[in-house]
């Protein structure tokens, strides 16, 4: 899976939010200053392009929708970001931003036990 560019991810963070959208639909809901309509449907056909987007055309018009979830862009780009500024460790990740943010030791304990309830609830469900 490529990578987004800034201006792609925005419109893809639009498009997840919304479902599907005409490109008058993702230019309305942009911050000001809204960037004109042919630069939102230039970028909206380079992700079509990259596999992100697909569409339904109504006559010339067209309707745009995700083909890639959310939860899996995010889940590709962060093992990326972790291998290339943390050497694939997550660990080295989290001590980084334990350290910038200066979590306490408590702040740190909680974050473990809301991982572990997270994994707990993942597990699947063993049949007796």
């Given at each position: 899976?490529?990578?987004l ?5 925005q ?24 960037p ?30 995700p ?7 995010t ?54």
């Amino acid at each position: 899976m490529k990578e987004l560019t800034k201006a792609e991810e925005q419109i893809m963070q639009l498009l997840w939010e919304q479902k599907k959208a005409f490109v008058k639909d993702i230019v309305e809901q942009m911050p000001d200053p809204k960037p004109a309509y042919n630069t939102v449907s230039t970028i909206i056909r380079i992700l079509e392009k990259k596999g992100f987007i697909g569409h339904n055309a109504y006559g010339k018009t067209h309707e745009y929708f995700p083909l890639i979830a959310r939860k899996d862009y995010t889940r590709t780009y962060m093992k990326s970001f972790i291998h290339n500024y943390f050497s694939g460790s997550f660990q080295e990740m989290v001590s980084f931003f334990a350290k910038e943010d200066k979590m306490s030791v408590a702040d740190l304990d909680e974050l473990i036990d809301d991982v572990k309830r997270d994994l707990e609830n993942e597990k699947p469900e063993e049949n007796d």
